[in-house]
């Protein structure tokens, strides 16, 4: 298929490939000579009011015109250019509670993420879901996650979004620390971003070249002084990382076992 856009019908402004003698100005005629692709006969439909400018869209040797949604088809959003991604990392449900955070819930909604990446530790299977309720999801499994989420997701990744290069892992091992674990694993690719978990501390750092993003946790905090996510912006080939902080006053307590809580009690005594 050929797509010729937006000539100019009294100019001499044409698509590529149409040029000099082999365009006939159509001020008054509803055909236009294309050289060795022969001959464009103009519909009425396609004149564009008084600016006398129309889209072409044919199929070659033919004066057939066809819709431009048939030659570009609309790409996946996850490939698009110019996206938001949520980054979430080590939610760790249903231990820390039965749904999403709403904090999370909401600002992953308001901010209108249309790919949302997960970097481990959802803990059962049945939790992906929520997150594919609010948008697409990519994931890799961490070291608490069942084989289930293991065989589905993997255990390293590498996305393409927006023209830039993810490399998603959960980051556990015993050698080194958690970002060098991190940024080990894809020492001999080609990415922008590596977003990891694992550590449950929130990290934006630039670092050779390229960004190192931990999103923290947004269930379970540890020592950290609040929860967290993080957001990247992409657009006109450039990424920006930030990180969301929020606070959960009404949280219920973690979900315990029978007997736990007197354990801890008696241990206290």
């Not at 396609?46 to 889209?55: E, Q």
């Not at 023209?163 to 080609?190: C, E, N, P, Q, Y």
Request: charged share 25%; hydrophobic share 35%; aromatic share 6%.
């Amino acid at each position: 298929m050929v797509s010729a856009a937006c000539g100019t019908l009294r100019g001499r402004s044409w698509p590529t490939g149409v040029r000099g003698r082999h365009a006939q100005e159509v001020s008054k005629r509803r055909t236009i000579s294309l050289g060795k692709l022969g001959a464009l006969t103009l519909l009425p439909e396609h004149w564009a009011g008084k600016s006398k400018r129309a889209t072409l869209t044919f199929l070659p040797g033919t004066n057939d015109p066809i819709s431009v949604a048939q030659v570009m088809p609309p790409r996946p959003p996850c490939y698009g250019e110019g996206m938001k991604v949520g980054v979430v990392a080590d939610t760790h449900l249903p231990r820390f509670g039965a749904e999403l955070p709403a904090s999370l819930r909401d600002g992953l909604r308001n901010e209108g993420v249309e790919l949302i990446v997960h970097l481990g530790d959802f803990t059962s299977a049945s939790i992906p879901e929520l997150f594919e309720a609010l948008a697409p999801l990519e994931a890799v499994a961490g070291n608490n996650d069942p084989p289930e989420l293991v065989a589905r997701f993997g255990r390293r990744k590498i996305v393409p979004v927006g023209g830039m290069r993810l490399g998603l892992v959960h980051g556990d091992g015993r050698r080194g620390t958690t970002i060098d674990r991190s940024a080990g694993a894809f020492a001999k690719d080609k990415v922008d971003v590596i977003c990891f978990g694992h550590s449950h501390q929130p990290l934006c750092e630039r670092r050779g070249g390229l960004w190192l993003v931990n999103p923290g946790s947004p269930t379970d905090k540890r020592r950290q002084p609040r929860y967290s996510y993080a957001i990247l912006d992409i657009a006109h080939g450039r990424v920006v990382p930030r990180l969301v902080f929020f606070d959960r006053p009404a949280d219920r307590p973690p979900l315990s076992p029978p007997g736990a809580r007197s354990r801890r009690a008696a241990r206290r005594r």
